[in-house]
């Protein structure tokens, strides 16, 4: 079931090498976690907040992004 919010959402580029950019009208909370499950981020941005993923090593990442009561995860690669 794709909700309202997870369809006006986006995160984006995909592959990134310093920012991302979560496309959202509300604030959200933001986790991002390594391949081995280990959390390197946690942060509440505003609505088009960028996140600076350039202290990222290369890799792939799962980016859990929570609004209001909504949650839904998305792989992202860092690559530079």
């Known amino acids: 079931d794709n909700s309202i919010e997870r369809q006006n959402t986006s995160i984006y580029p995909n592959p ?22 280990q959390l390197v981020l946690s942060i509440t941005a505003l609505p088009n907040e960028k996140i600076d993923v350039s ?17 839904f995860n998305q792989k992202i690669i860092i690559s530079k």
Not at 22 to 32: D, G, M, P, R
Not at 55 to 71: L, P, T
């Open 16 to 37: 990134s090498s310093n920012v991302i950019h979560i496309n959202s009208k509300k604030a959200f909370e933001l986790q991002v976690f390594n391949l081995t499950g």
């Open 55 to 71: 202290g990222f090593s290369n890799g792939v990442y799962m980016i859990r992004v929570k609004i209001g009561n909504e949650m």
